[in-house]
Structures are given as C-alpha cells and as structure tokens.
C-alpha cells in the first residue's frame, strides 16, 4: 500500500523553481515528524528538510534560503517550495514520516516509517 505519493517534479533550468507535494494516505496529525529526502543517481540519499506537527523545521545546509518545507494536516500533505534552483539539485525527490516516538536520521532518512516512490526532479545548466 502506498502511504506516501509525491508528485509536482519535472525539468527546469538553472534558477528555476518547482513545487513539490506529498499526499498521505494516514493522517498527517498522528506523523510526528515529516520531511523532504533526495537521492542523486550514483549518490546516497540525503536530507533535504523536516518539519514536525508543531511546525518546527529543519533544513539542510545546502538548501537554506532556497527551499521552503511546509505542512497542512486538513489536507494530510506535505509541501516543499524550491527556488534557485541549481544543477546539483538533480535527483529524486523522496517524502518520508514517521510518528512521534521515532528515532531516524536527518543526513539519511534511517529510520522513517513511511516512504513515498519518489519524484524525479531534473534540473539543466
């Protein structure tokens, strides 16, 4: 069953922008925690950035002041707005929760209990 279904990646050029969204199927008010991982061809997957039910976020470095991470648990989605796009965003763009109590990993999503299939977002020079 899939619990998590992303969608809104495609193709931009450098400086770009894309919205990406996360409709989960259980409710978004028992997902503690919910966030933004990304895997590049050839690459380990990384964090992007995390948001829990009381709206505290967390961002990698390297998407600080580009990306946004947002969350509405009347729709059971999870956002992420991304600006400025660059050609080292290239990847696949994977949406995770977990309920609260959980311990995983910011760096590598160890640990979340839902995973989306993911939505490849491409970007060129």
């Known amino acids: 069953q899939e619990y998590l279904v992303e969608s809104g990646g495609g193709s931009v050029q450098s400086g770009g922008s894309l919205a990406l969204s996360c409709i989960s199927s259980v409710d978004t008010n028992k997902l503690y925690s919910m966030g933004w991982w990304r895997q590049a061809p050839g690459s380990q997957r990384e964090g992007v950035a995390t948001?829990?039910?009381?709206?505290?976020?967390h961002y990698a470095d390297f998407v600080k002041g580009r990306f946004t991470i947002s969350r509405d648990n009347s729709k059971n989605a999870l956002y992420l707005q991304m600006h400025n796009l660059q050609p080292d965003d290239t990847a696949t763009y994977y949406c995770?929760?977990?309920?609260?109590?959980?311990?995983?990993?910011?760096?590598?999503?160890?640990?979340?209990?839902?995973w989306g299939k993911g939505t490849l977002v491409t970007i060129s020079s």
């Open positions: 995770a929760a977990a309920p609260g109590g959980r311990a995983w990993s910011f760096s590598s999503g160890d640990g979340m209990d839902y």
């Open positions: 948001i829990s039910n009381e709206g505290r976020t």
